[in-house]
């Protein structure tokens, strides 16, 4: 996922934050998330290909929830 920088001297964080939503919009898209007011259901998959930093899924393997932190997966528990 892509951040917007806070001090952007630029000028170009509309850009950035679209870009940072269209991101996201994609990682949703990828992982069948499913969002309601009071929970989130994760389709059970296996690790995507090329994971950016923060992307997370739910292993269907293992049973656990993982999150790529830019080196490797790490279990929520």
Not at 6 to 22: F, M, Q
């Amino acid at each position: 996922m892509r951040r917007v920088p806070v001090d952007n001297r630029r000028g170009d964080w509309p850009r950035l934050a679209a870009d940072a939503i269209k991101d996201t919009q994609n990682a949703i898209a990828r992982q069948s998330i499913q969002i309601s007011t009071l929970s989130l259901a994760l389709t059970p998959t296996t690790a995507p290909a090329s994971p950016v930093e923060g992307e997370t899924y739910y292993d269907s393997g293992t049973k656990k929830v993982r999150t790529w932190d830019g080196t490797a997966w790490q279990n929520h528990w």
